[in-house]
């Protein structure tokens, strides 16, 4: 059975930092591209940060600079480091997973930012 944990949301001022962890288990994690998308209110689920199965990062632009994604082959385990958070990253984020034709996601946490 396919599973992903997904923990680390939370609410965090303006400028703070939030790890986000996904704990995948029932696939091989190894060969599977990671990635995590959020979504706002009343806005579409957007590509926030991925990294390929060689461990290759990729980043939307906004949060270039602020937000790090890693894995963990020992621990089936995806991070997401996110630092000097602003209100607009405010949103539900979620853990995704692919290869090839198979795509999994994560039940999603919320992180919110506010003062």
């Known amino acids: 059975q396919v599973q992903f944990v997904e923990s680390g949301g939370g609410l965090v001022q303006p400028g703070g930092s939030l790890r986000l962890s996904c704990a995948a288990s029932?696939?091989?994690?190894?060969?599977?591209?990671m990635g995590w998308y959020r979504q706002a209110p009343g806005k579409q689920r957007e590509l926030v940060a991925s990294?390929?199965?060689?461990?290759?990062?990729s980043y939307a632009d906004s949060v270039k600079g602020r937000f790090t994604i890693s894995r963990d082959s020992a621990k089936n385990t995806v991070y997401l480091q996110m630092n000097s958070l602003r209100p607009e990253d405010t949103a539900v984020y979620y853990c995704?997973?692919?290869?090839?034709?198979?795509?999994?996601w994560g039940q999603g946490t919320q992180v919110t930012v506010s003062s």
């Open positions: 995704h997973a692919q290869e090839l034709a198979e795509r999994y």
């Open positions: 029932g696939i091989i994690f190894s060969r599977y591209h």
């Open positions: 990294i390929s199965s060689g461990g290759s990062p």
